[in-house]
Structure formats: structure tokens, C-alpha cells
């Protein structure tokens, strides 16, 4: 037996009762049932329930993660990047005669 066995499980409420629009909660991301059906669950299905809100909160951190380096990569015009920009301002101007 684990040691986290000997110990009941909390809710994981965070007191962010509002609903996204996937219909988790904003604040533990349990479903509208799991938040519901807690206090009758068994220590098993809270341990699973709180694996499945762990999970949804990795796919939310990637998603972000993602949407950063998207954001990142297109933030100059044109397709550019940085070696291009270096190119374009390094070409020394021809000089007057």
C-alpha cells in the first residue's frame, strides 16, 4: 500500500467555479459530472479523476507552448527571419563619387 492510500482524497477545487467552453471547470478542470459525483466516489475513482484533470492540464500547458512558438516564429513579415534581416541591413551603400 502507498502512502498516499492512508490519506483521503480532497477535492481539487480551487474555488474558479466556471465552466470553459469544452465544459471543464476554468479552475480544476473536472467535468461537470466529476465535480458533481465527488463526494460519492470511491478513493479509486478520485485518484482516476484527478489523473484526468493532470492530463488535461498537460495538454493545455503544450497547446500554449505551441501557440507561443507559432507566434514567435511569425513575427516578422514576409516569411523573413533573423539571418535574413541581417542580410538586408549588412549591404554596405555605395558611396558617391
Known sequence: MDQYELFAIESPC???CENSKK???KGCLRSRDERFHWHGMTEVER???LHLCRSRWQR???VRQEKMEKEQSASLPY???ETDMLDLFSTPA???E
Do not use: L, P, Q, T
Open 14 to 16: 480551487r474555488g474558479i
Open 23 to 25: 465544459g471543464y471547470c
Open 47 to 49: 485518484r482516476h479523476v
Open 60 to 62: 493545455i500547458i503544450k
Open 79 to 81: 516569411g523573413m527571419d
Open 94 to 96: 555605395k558611396e558617391k
